[in-house]
């Protein structure tokens, strides 16, 4: 697959293939249904420390259920302080150690992309664990996620050998050096919504720049996270650079927040949670923070708008997609009050190909929900909606009952204004707000009223008011005729409550060194 490809209802932040066009890898496509692999998959449900799986020192474990019927899959090993301890302690020593922050950045490419290597032997059974563990479709874990993941680690593992430090234009009696170190000892805490995407945001800099990281995955999601754990020992990153520990963000989220020996956060998530790293660094070490945090995305159609039904069809693959777990949803679109019966008429026509399907049927295009809690917080927002005010336009209920699963309708609300909670709250759901607006000064000021900036999208043919209102839109990525534009290549992250710092492209490097001035008297 190549870029060139007509692309319908971009998915959050993938780098080609996307889904839509469902590229099928060759074992897919034998197979057709993932079903069939079913009986032979195996689940690795240990804590990964020092480059053994470990159980928790509590011996304590939690139920991983899948959301596409409830049904327990394994269970995992719950981690707490001590294990944070005894990863910190095996991080910290393959660091000083220095197997891998000291050794030739040639070397560390070489084991990482035999890494990528073996990540991209197991890509179906990767895509499968994906899928059952978080209820995401088939087609988006085989064809998104997956491709993504591999192309992250490989495309960070190729900088290894490729970013110069430099030399200040200091006075000719000196030399002025200014060289990158790894931080040291990276905690990285990440979502259950793109599992080892986001892991992957993580993993791909901070290992190629020298530095010892523990993966917290999420309660909901482990199962990917230690799966790549056990290959990157296979690939032959060194004991202790790797630590994979499943278990609560409270109690191991928390521990590494706050442990004195670890030197940088790297976390994706909720704003409030983002917000106790904040606190867990100053009430203890002053680590380094780095946050990717909520979104409510506007979405802004103007009147002059190139192609309706293609901005339509974007709309709501832009709020569906992923059942509205992602992070950039555009969960409110913003549109020209002249057409906004007729917009919202063909949204909610595109809506109807978004119905819950089985999440491992190869065809499905939006699968569960990621756990009944989700479920549940977003039935409860929807019934805040209709109290609100707001109508709807399609949709609003719970789906698939039958299956046991977790899912809900794609939902559509029309009469929003601004100032209700499901346009200001991140529902993190397959919920859409639609507000209308008079002229361009009142679509930049609705789209703007929210302590969000992640995304914002805008439609038009208008070049120069494409830039003018681009530019007046605080969003880390502003899409224009677009809803989720850039690959790995392009910086991503969120202005306000969305975040402090970038993940993707090269600027995500920054984050996990250090910057260290040497002066040289000549
Ligand atoms: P979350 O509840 O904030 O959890 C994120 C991670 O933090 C999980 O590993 C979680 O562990 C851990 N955690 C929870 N409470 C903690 C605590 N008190 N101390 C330390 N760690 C704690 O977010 P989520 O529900 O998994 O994911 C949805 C959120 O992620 C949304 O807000 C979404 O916008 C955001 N997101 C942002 C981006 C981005 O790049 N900006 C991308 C994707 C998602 P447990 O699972 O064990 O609770
Ligand atoms: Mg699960």
């Not at 079903?35 to 011996?59: M, V």
């Not at 302690?89 to 890494?115: H, T």
């Not at 057409?339 to 190869?362: M, N, S």
């Not at 100032?419 to 529902?427: D, G, K, L, N």
């Amino acid at each position: 697959m190549t870029r060139g490809t007509a692309l319908k209802a971009v998915p959050f932040c993938y780098d080609p293939p996307y889904p839509g066009t469902v590229p099928r890898s060759p074992a897919m496509a034998a197979a057709e249904d993932y079903r069939s692999h079913l009986p032979s998959l195996t689940y690795r449900n240990q804590a990964f420390i020092a480059g053994k799986f470990t159980a928790a020192a509590s011996g304590k474990t939690f139920d991983c259920i899948s959301p596409i019927d409830g049904k327990l899959l394994t269970r995992v090993a719950e981690c707490d302080k001590e294990d944070v301890d005894r990863a910190v302690k095996a991080a910290r020593a393959a660091f000083d150690k220095g197997v891998w922050s000291g050794v030739a950045p040639a070397y560390r490419k070489k084991i990482m992309l035999k890494w990528v290597s073996l990540i991209e032997k197991h890509k179906e059974e990767l895509a499968l664990l994906e899928t059952l563990d978080m209820g995401k479709p088939i087609a988006n874990s085989a064809g998104g996620d997956l491709p993504s993941s591999i192309r992250c680690i490989q495309w960070y593992a190729e900088t290894c050998d490729k970013v110069y430090d430099e030399l200040a234009p200091a006075r000719p009696d000196s030399i002025s050096m200014i060289t990158r170190e790894p931080i040291g000892v990276v905690g990285a805490v990440v979502p259950w919504n793109f599992p080892l995407l986001m892991a992957s945001w993580k993993l791909g800099p901070a290992l190629a720049t020298g530095n010892s990281v523990i993966l917290k995955p999420a309660e909901q999601s482990p199962l990917t996270a230690i799966r790549i754990a056990e290959l990157a020992a296979e690939a032959g990153i060194p004991d202790g650079v790797l630590n994979v520990l499943p278990g609560f963000g409270e109690t191991a989220g928390q521990a590494l927040g706050r442990h004195m020996d670890v030197d940088m956060i790297a976390f994706t998530g909720s704003t409030e949670v983002g917000k106790y790293f904040l606190r867990y660094s100053g009430e203890s070490n002053m680590k380094h923070i780095a946050l990717e945090t909520g979104g409510k995305s506007p979405n802004i159609i103007f009147a002059d708008i190139p192609d309706m039904d293609k901005a339509a069809a974007t709309a709501a693959g832009g709020i569906f997609y992923n059942s509205g777990q992602v992070c950039t949803a555009a969960s409110r679109v913003i549109v020209d009050e002249k057409i906004k019966d007729q917009f919202i008429e063909l949204v909610a026509r595109h809506a109807e190909k978004w119905r819950p399907q089985d999440p491992l049927d190869p065809k499905t295009q939006m699968g569960s929900m990621v756990d009944e809690a989700q479920m549940d917080r977003v039935l409860s927002y929807i019934d805040i909606g209709r109290k609100e005010g707001a109508k709807i336009a399609f949709g609003g209920e719970r789906a698939r009952r039958n299956t046991g699963g977790y899912y809900v309708e794609p939902t559509i609300f029309t009469e929003v204004k601004n100032s209700m909670r499901i346009a200001q709250e991140e529902i993190f759901g397959p919920v859409l707000s639609t507000i209308s607006f008079k002229d361009d000064a009142e679509a930049v000021r609705i789209a703007n009223d929210s302590i969000y900036g992640l995304q914002a999208n805008l439609w038009t043919r208008d070049i120069t008011r494409a830039h003018k209102v681009a530019r007046a839109l605080k969003a880390g990525t502003v899409n224009i005729n677009a809803t989720d534009g850039g690959d790995i290549t392009a910086p991503f992250g969120g202005y306000k409550q969305s975040g402090i710092g970038r993940d993707k492209s090269l600027h995500a490097l920054e984050k996990y060194q250090q910057i260290k001035h040497t002066y040289i008297q000549l």
